[in-house]
T-cell receptor, first 114, second 115 residues
């Protein structure tokens, strides 16, 4: 299984809602990532978990809250988002989280904040 | 800070022809990795090819090859015998050799393969 899955595929939420994005991989990878991709732009790194520990938070606003319950699962909790947070949210994983490791990407969740 | 520049926002090529996508980067480091990722219209990004900076030999994967010019900080992707399935956004990416966490992407080149 060389797949990273993400649910839901699409999400529409109001600015007062609380929602969560889910990412799962069964490749035995020990590093997982959240990226944000605006339309016609490259992905931007938000969070990195390595061996279930948060190792990078690229100064992302606190309305985004990551969680890594185990090495196969990664969540992104959303609360009080702004319309400018509308984007494609990509999850990725890599084997050991070492420099040069290939990152395997999921199909993304398209988020719209009204 | 490391930056990655892709100067061709859009390109097109006829099926079966060869096309080259350009990428330049800026770094003062000597140990790093370079990647080309492909993002088809369905959006799932996949790795096309990977190059380690300390290897002088250019990486090759089937129809895909790179021209890595370390001194010029250039990393172009050549696609031979283009196929309709090659239509996608192509991102050049840079990663430091000691830190896997910070992969920097270029702005991307949208490639269309025409029948």
């Amino acid at each position: 299984d060389t797949e990273v899955t993400q649910t839901p595929k699409h999400l529409v939420m109001g600015m007062t809602n609380k929602k969560s994005l889910k990412c799962e991989q069964h490749m035995g990878h020990r590093a997982m990532y959240w990226y944000k991709q605006k339309a016609k732009k490259p992905p931007e790194l938000m969070f990195v978990y390595s061996y279930e520990k948060l190792s990078i938070n690229e100064s992302v606003p606190s309305r985004f809250s990551p969680e890594c319950p185990n090495s196969s699962l990664l969540n992104l909790h959303l609360h009080a988002l702004q319309p400018e947070d509308s984007a494609l949210y990509l999850c990725a994983s890599s084997q050991e989280g070492l420099a040069g490791d290939e990152q395997f990407f999921g199909p993304g969740t398209r988020l719209t904040v009204l | 800070a490391q930056t990655v520049t892709q100067s061709q926002p859009e390109m097109s090529v006829q099926e079966a022809e060869t096309v080259t996508l350009s990428c330049t980067y800026d770094t003062s480091e000597n140990n790093y990795y370079l990647f080309w990722y492909k993002q088809p219209p369905s959006r799932q990004m996949i790795l096309v090819i990977r190059q380690e900076a300390y290897k002088q030999q250019n990486a090759t994967e089937n129809r895909f090859s790179v021209n890595f010019q370390k001194a010029a900080k250039s990393f172009s992707l050549k696609i031979s015998d283009s196929q309709l399935g090659d239509t996608a956004m192509y991102f050049c990416a840079f990663m430091m050799g000691y830190n896997n966490n910070d992969m920097r992407f270029g702005a991307g080149t949208r490639l269309t393969v025409k029948p």
